[in-house]
DNA sequence: GCGGATCAC
DNA sequence: TATGGTGATCCGC
């Protein structure tokens, strides 16, 4: 900007000597021209002067002074990753069935070989490769994916089919990990490191071997990816898909390039929302979230500091066990069908619903204390009206019915294209209950097989339970979701302590994390805040299993912009994405970090924000990854007023 | 506790 | 002309 004549070195210092002495009432009004060009003149008079000289000098310890903190910033950050080397001792690695849905299919219909076809009607769940060619996408509309691709097969959906399969793939799975995790019906998270070390083999080989038998048992191909934790893993299996693996080097230098250039929306529990908002502030790889260290950490709040920072730095858990305890915490039925208006028809999908929950309510042997409504507008508008009794429900069909029309006459007339009713609060009356035992618990769900969520609730039954854990415990102190909590923070608190030991602690206030939790830790992790609960709920689901699109996260371009149009249509307007820090503003300005309230402009609290990152942030990151997550809520204070109306339709 | 949102699959 | 279903969590009320 100014005299690129000078020396290296104090250019720099030159424009902040500069800007120093141009005193703190720089408004970041007058604009860069002319103030700079006062700034100069300033500069330019005082030349000589003790004062000059003494300003100087000030100048030039604090610019050593940041020299330093932003060297012991690296350094912190380094430190974590050395430690995390001591934890890269497990062999993780996730499976992936390749287009699952589409190859089973392939093979009971041989003939759909080198066909494009889709699984699924409305929605398709999978895409046959030939059909992704055309750009075909699970997730898609049939009618846009016929737009693509005109010859599209459209094959429908065989639930007993894939859980079969999924069944016999689990199986060659559990031989490499007893206690393998079915994250879903076809996927699943694996620690080989005792495989291997038994066997004498390499984890790249040993994987091989594995994804080889499925093969040859099945016929059935997937894509594995092998690391030191479950989030890299899953990752990597993305990377040489179809029928490959991806090893990733353990060792910090590639884990950390690895990250630098991956898309933030590649990491679990970055959706399409999260992404554009990442992205208007300037994150779009992990990489970006080093870099914008400084401004995430004042929006903490909002997007969760400590995950990214772990993400960033490739932390993550890597304790892989069976998806094991009851925890579910609903159950629902709900269905889409062309919108109506009428009354009657709309009490007799109602009905049909409640029939439908009354069944899995009583096959799972689950009630509960609410019952939510559901039901999504002509519009799309989505609406939930729920009511919670004193006592368990009634599971039978009319008595669901009622409530659920209890909740859905208050508010029509309404033209409606889906409803769906959903109890929670639940108790399982399987349980270690008073009297009885678990025994139904494994009797064979005989009936039509019609259902798919029997099926895979069979299937997640299968990978044996041990019997006695169910009745022995309490339901409230058999808890081994606990491991969740990763080592990952017990690595960081050991960086903190070393960092802390190195010089006089700095005061961290708990910014807004009321209470340093000691107590034990809620069921299931609760690690970073905002996206980490995407994990735990990625973590929990696995246990009732999903079943939903294979392969979903293959970004469509077209419908996706019109989803997000139609969300933000709905409400005002898109929310008008500034540029959270003023850049030049001086003034008070509070630390959220330390809540030091520091008397400087936006550099200046960079700077310090740099300082308390690189010996207090993490330590409270952790200390709030401790107690119960936050979210990654709407825009700060400044606009999160209510956009929220309740209107509807 | 309720309702809206977001996300995974 | 026709965009799914199940489950989980978080936040602001």
């Keep these: 900007m100014d005299s690129g004549t000078n020396p290296p070195e104090p250019s720099q210092d030159t424009a902040s000597l500069v800007q120093r002495l141009a005193g703190p009432s720089t408004g970041k009004a007058g604009l860069a021209k002319d103030q700079t060009e006062i700034n100069r003149i300033i500069a330019e008079a005082s030349k000589g002067s003790k004062f000059y000289e003494n300003e100087k000098k000030k100048d030039k310890d604090l610019t050593e002074r940041i020299t330093r903190v932003l060297k012991q910033r690296d350094e912190a950050l380094q430190g974590v990753d050395i430690q995390m080397e001591r934890d890269l001792s497990q062999y993780i690695v996730h499976v992936d069935m390749d287009a699952f849905f589409a190859n089973v299919e392939l093979l009971y ?58 069944q016999k793939v689990m199986d060659v799975f559990r031989r490499y990990d007893p206690n393998m995790n079915a994250a879903s019906i076809d996927e699943a998270y694996l620690n080989i490191t005792a495989y291997c070390k038994d066997h004498n083999i390499g984890p790249e080989e040993c994987v091989r071997e594995m994804r080889a038998k499925v093969q040859e048992e099945t016929n059935l191909t997937a894509s594995a990816g092998i690391a030191p934790n479950k989030m890299l893993a899953k990752i990597c299996s993305d990377k040489n898909k179809p029928n490959g693996q991806f090893y990733l080097s353990f060792d910090r230098k590639t884990i950390v390039t690895f990250m630098h250039d991956l898309p933030i929306r590649k990491i679990q529990g970055v959706g399409r929302v999260n992404e554009r908002l990442l992205e208007a502030v300037g994150i779009k790889t992990c990489g970006d979230v080093f870099t914008h260290r400084a401004m995430l950490s004042l929006m903490d709040k909002q997007f969760g500091l400590d995950f990214l920072l772990k993400t960033y730095l490739g932390i993550a858990s890597n304790v892989v066990q069976p998806g094991q305890r009851e925890e579910r915490k609903s159950v629902g039925s709900e269905r889409t069908f062309k ?31 609410t019952v939510t409504l559901k039901y999504k507008l002509d519009t799309y508008q989505v609406f939930t009206r729920a009511r919670s009794f004193d006592r368990w429900i009634s599971t039978k069909k009319e008595d669901l019915f009622a409530t659920g029309k209890e909740l859905l006459l208050p508010e029509l007339p309404l033209t409606i294209r889906l409803i769906g009713l959903r109890v929670t609060k639940l108790k399982d009356l399987r349980a270690s209950s008073p009297s009885g035992g ?34 022995q415990t309490e339901p409230e102190e058999a808890m081994p979701g606990f491991y969740e909590h990763d080592e990952a923070d017990e690595e960081l608190d050991m960086v903190v302590d070393n960092v802390e030991g190195e010089d006089h602690p700095l005061q961290i206030h708990a910014t807004e994390t009321t209470v340093v939790q000691t107590r034990p830790r809620p069921p299931v992790s609760a690690p970073a805040r905002a996206f980490s609960s ?18 979903s996260r293959t970004a469509t371009t077209s419908y996706i912009t019109r989803a997000s149009e139609a969300a933000s249509r709905s409400r005002s307007a ?69 956009s929220h109306g309740k209107r509807k339709g």
């Design 438 to 471: 678990i025994k139904r618990f494994f009797e064979p769900l005989n009936t039509s097989a019609q259902k798919r969520r029997k099926l895979l609730d069979d299937l997640e039954q299968s990978a044996d339970l041990p019997v006695m854990e169910l009745n």
């Design 339 to 369: 919108a109506l208006s009428s009354k009657e028809k709309i009490l007799q999908k109602l009905e049909e619903i409640a029939l439908e929950l009354e069944g899995d309510l009583n096959r799972l042997g689950f009630t509960g204390k």
């Design 574 to 642: 898109e929310p008008s994405i500034e540029a959270p820090l003023d850049t030049g503003a001086t003034g008070t300005l509070q630390c959220p970090i330390c809540t030091k309230t520091l008397e400087t402009d936006n550099q200046g609290l960079n700077s310090h924000i740099d300082f308390c990152l690189s010996r207090g942030a993490i330590m409270a990151a952790q200390t709030k990854a401790k107690s119960p997550v936050k979210g990654f809520k709407s825009w700060g204070k400044k606009n999160s007023k209510s």
């Design 109 to 166: 219909q041989p003939d759909l070989a080198g066909k494009p076809f889709g699984v699924g009607r409305g929605v398709l769940t999978t895409a046959s490769y030939e059909a992704r060619k055309y750009g075909v996408r699970s997730g898609m509309p049939g009618f846009i994916a016929e737009k693509l691709c005109p010859d599209l097969i459209f094959v429908p959906i065989n639930w007993d089919r894939y859980a079969e399969n999924s």
């Design 534 to 551: 995407r994990q735990q709920n990625a973590e929990a689901s696995t246990s009732s299993g999903s079943r939903g699109a294979v392969e």
